[in-house]
């Protein structure tokens, strides 16, 4: 199964080199802990390395829900896959495993919760 994936990736190294080399600047400066979010005035900001998961910056709150996201990780994978450097893929397991830790949420008991079927939410 993951030659399927390595072989796509040789393939757009082949005919998008220029996305390419794209993706790997973006992942470097994402292994620095800059990022491109909500509230960094259009240009990537340290944001920490791990990233301060609760951080609201320049009062943008939308900041904190896309850090959450996690959309940065998308980048450091497609670099993996392009160069097969362990680097980018252990920044998103080092930062996973953070975010578990300081967000505490595996102490929730999510098993014990409702879940709410009321029409509101049904579409």
Known sequence: MLFKYYKKAHLIQEHLPELVSKTISKAEEILEGNLLL??????P???GNPPDWFQVMNGYDEF????????HWQPLLEAFSYTGEEKYAVKVLE???????VTGILEEDYSKKEINFSPAFIR
């Open 38 to 43: 909500p509230g960094t005035e259009g240009v």
């Open 95 to 101: 930062e996973l495993v953070n975010w578990i830790e």
């Open 45 to 47: 900001k340290f944001i």
């Open 64 to 71: 904190l829900w896309q850090l959450n996201r996690m959309d």
